[in-house]
């Protein structure tokens, strides 16, 4: 994409502005060098790198650090071999590595919430031991601290010992001098760089020393004494080896870095990239701006979209922007926009190019998330008037030039924008022209968005397979535009109505319309209400996908409710199944406490009693449990006393209603202002003055836990292994197990004749057998329930 095409969409000032958020110049020159991606994998890892650090702004986080300096030219310069950096460099670099650890370091922690931007920032090199170096050598002030190295310690003690032995020696020959009145000047002075004494000139033989200048009056001579002169020479010395040392100790400090100079650069580049999102992720803050669906295909799909300097302009302002909605499938590759003047046209068809171009080069963009954009490879863009004085190109011949060299580059992979398409010349050939020219980009198959309002194009719009209409709306009452696009018809240009609006007399109107051909008013009549009723069909559908989502709704309720009276009878069988259970438990426990008292007595009769007490509570137990069930499922049957005309409850949804038909066992139901079907069985006959309420869901109990399908009772007595038996049996049948294994031994046979009788008595036996020789032969006996 040119530089001409990104300032026509104005996409060189999304990219100014991006920059104005960035921290480094490196990272602006990122953003300015940034290229559009045409591989989309790379463009979705981008693009999810943006939307990562506009959600890590959202939140209110800072970013880990507050200064990038740009050390590309630092980097450079280690190309000469002796070149070595001064203290602020270093500091400059060392800033650079200590906002690349806190970034890594940052991002690593909230990985799992921004992968894409750990995935990044995990590249950068992450060695502190340059760092350390660096502020060994370097304090915050961007000086060279006297701890660098040994040598420069003992030389700036000495020097700070022979400065201020000098400045002793100073002290009292200026107060010597002062009492003799020889001074001009009452302070130590600094000349050539030596420290001097201001005397009267004609005083100046009066001080043993070396003159180093005089006044400008001529009338003081400055003197360095006799007596400081040694000193001075020797701290002056001390000066020049302390230089030597610093310089000694910067170039190793350089050399340090040459050597990690490529792990620098990779730093220095990967935090450029970084800034760069930083930009990008601004951008979208401020208008709003989202990640849509990246297609691979043909279609373009802008919802709710806005112009983002529109976006930023109106904020300022206060102003309402108005969203646009535009699509076109695969299949339509023309989209010819007409309308009224300043009605939007140009700016819906720049908005178009804009949010493509913006996607293209990695921007998030201000639509909904259910937008769709294709990429494209190639943009062009022909808008405004391009007149050519140099080349003696009047406003259509450039208009034709510019159309010529699009023409020659457009390919299936490209987005073309025309705005007023061979407008600017007589209307008929103006229209053939354009028909002309969009039958060449059909052609080459590439995507095309023109503005117009050359009536012809409108009709060839309206008859050409992949090409379609679209118009900017107009508000008559008003007599402004609307600026909302509507896809599938032409738009007026309404000149008529603007003449009105910018305050023409009413005959001077009058009189143009007359001039207009009458058929033509008559298509523009036609066109208005073609336009009302596809607004009023648009609301229509509108509707009915409200009422289908809450009958989509109401569907998912009554299922629910329906689930839930299922639950509700499977807790009932369960509750009424798990007290039986409970007496019987009860019971088995008395008979064994007997047991247990009388089995050491030779009581027959007692024994005898306590089984038949207990075979008794447990039919009468089986039997209840039998009546209780037939009495549920009899409650669930269709109530065929129902009649049309009844007021009903539906238990399903706990609503009442008034029975209109009957159909077999279904029966349909006006339930306020809808109609439902339901079983006979789903419904209660009511009064008309109060329904009953639903009965809540009963608890739910868990049964007695089963450890294993295989009963040992090898080692128990008759009675007491009959009672083992019978419980084993309970537990099988409330946990639904099928098939067990009851273990008894071989022996004498006496325990397995107590068994078998105990389970040809057992109603919940279906029948059992002894086991073949793999599953225990006769010691074992199967049952099955």
Request: glycine share 6%.
């Amino acid at each position: 994409m040119d530089s001409i095409t990104k300032r026509k969409l104005e996409f060189d000032r999304i990219i100014a502005y991006a920059s104005s958020f960035c921290i480094s110049d490196m990272g602006r020159d990122e953003l300015a060098g940034t290229l559009p991606f045409y591989d989309h994998t790379k463009l979705e890892e981008e693009l999810k790198r943006v939307l990562e650090l506009r959600l890590f702004l959202e939140e209110g986080n800072p970013l880990p650090f507050s200064a990038l300096p740009d050390t590309r030219a630092l980097l450079r310069e280690l190309d000469t071999a002796d070149t070595y950096f001064e203290p602020r460099e270093l500091l400059d670099i060392h800033d650079l590595l200590r906002a690349s650890v806190q970034l890594r370091k940052c991002m690593f922690q909230n990985r799992t919430v921004y992968p894409s931007l750990n995935d990044l920032t995990i590249q950068l090199w992450l060695e502190k031991s340059l760092q350390y170096e660096i502020m060994r050598v370097v304090d915050e002030q961007a000086q060279v601290r006297d701890t660098a190295s040994d040598g420069l310690f003992t030389l700036r003690r000495e020097l700070n010992e022979s400065r201020e032995t000098l400045r002793k020696k100073m002290t009292r020959l200026l107060k010597r001098c002062q009492e003799r009145g020889w001074l001009m000047e009452d302070t130590v002075a600094m000349k050539n760089g030596r420290l001097v004494l201001g005397l009267k000139v004609e005083y100046k033989y009066k001080l043993p020393g070396f003159i180093q200048d005089y006044s400008h009056t001529g009338q003081t001579v400055f003197i360095e004494p006799a007596e400081t002169l040694e000193l001075s020479n020797r701290i002056q010395d001390l000066e020049i080896n302390e230089r030597r040392e610093v310089e000694r100790i910067l170039r190793e400090t350089t050399g340090r870095i040459r050597e990690e100079r490529k792990n620098v650069q990779h730093n220095q580049t990967l935090m450029a990239v970084f800034d760069s999102l930083y930009g990008r992720a601004q951008v979208a803050l401020d208008t709003g701006s989202v990640l849509p669906e990246v297609g691979k295909g043909k279609t373009l799909r802008i919802l709710d979209g806005f112009h983002p300097w529109l976006v930023v302009s109106h904020r300022r302002k206060k102003e309402k922007v108005f969203p646009l909605d535009m699509e076109l499938s695969g299949n339509e590759q023309v989209l010819v926009i007409s309308g009224p003047n300043a009605g939007g046209k140009s700016v819906a068809m720049k908005t178009a190019g804009l949010l493509c171009c913006m996607l293209a080069h990695g921007f998030l963009v201000p639509c909904s998330e259910s937008s769709v954009f294709p990429l494209f490879e190639k943009m062009f863009i022909e808008i405004g008037d391009e007149q050519s004085i140099e080349n003696d190109l009047s406003t259509f011949s450039s208009h034709l030039e510019q159309i010529r060299l699009i023409l020659d580059a457009a390919t299936e992979k490209s987005l073309v924008l025309i705005d007023e398409l061979c407008s600017g010349t007589d209307v008929e050939e103006g229209s053939a022209i354009a028909r002309s020219v969009i039958e060449e980009l059909l052609a080459k198959d590439a995507k095309v968005i023109v503005t117009t309002h050359l009536g012809e194009l409108k009709a060839y719009a309206h008859g050409r397979d992949g090409v379609v209409n679209g118009a900017m709306e107009f508000d008559r009452s008003s007599l402004s535009p609307s600026f909302r696009f509507v896809k599938g018809l032409p738009g007026n240009s309404f000149a008529f109505a603007m003449m009105q609006r910018m305050g023409f007399s009413q005959e001077v109107v009058d009189r143009a319309e007359s001039y207009l051909d009458k058929g033509r008013t008559g298509l523009d009549t036609m066109l208005d209400d073609l336009r009302i009723s596809l607004e009023h069909n648009v609301q229509l559908k509108d509707s009915l996908e409200r009422e289908k989502e809450d009958l989509a709704s109401e569907k998912a309720r009554l299922g629910k409710k329906v689930e839930e009276l299922e639950s509700r009878e499977r807790e009932m069988k369960i509750k009424t199944r798990r007290e039986m259970v409970h007496e019987i438990e009860q019971a088995k426990k008395a008979i064994r406490d007997i047991l247990r008292d009388v089995r050491k007595q030779p009581v027959e009769a007692v024994v005898s009693a306590a089984r038949n007490k207990l075979e008794n509570r447990k039919k009468a137990a089986l039997s209840e449990e039998k009546k209780l069930a037939a009495e549920f499922e009899h409650s669930l049957r269709p109530d065929l006393s129902i009649r049309k005309g009844d007021t009903v409850r539906v238990l399903t949804t706990n609503t009442t209603g008034e029975v209109v038909s009957l159909q077999g066992e279904e029966a349909i139901v006006q339930c306020g202002t809808f109609r439902l079907s339901t079983a006979l069985k789903n419904l209660e006959k009511i009064s008309k003055t109060k329904a009953k309420k639903l009965e809540r869901a009963l608890p739910p109990v868990s049964a007695s836990p089963l450890e294993s399908t295989k009963l040992d009772l090898r080692g128990l007595q008759g009675d007491e292994a009959v009672g083992e038996v019978e419980r084993f049996v309970d537990k099988l049948r409330l946990n639904r197990v099928q098939q067990a294994t009851i273990v008894h031994g071989k022996g004498t046979g006496a325990l397995r004749q107590r068994v078998t009788q105990c389970l040809k008595q057992h109603p919940a036996v279906k029948s059992f057998r002894l086991g073949d020789w793999s599953e225990g032969g006769v010691g074992v006996t199967i049952i099955e329930l």
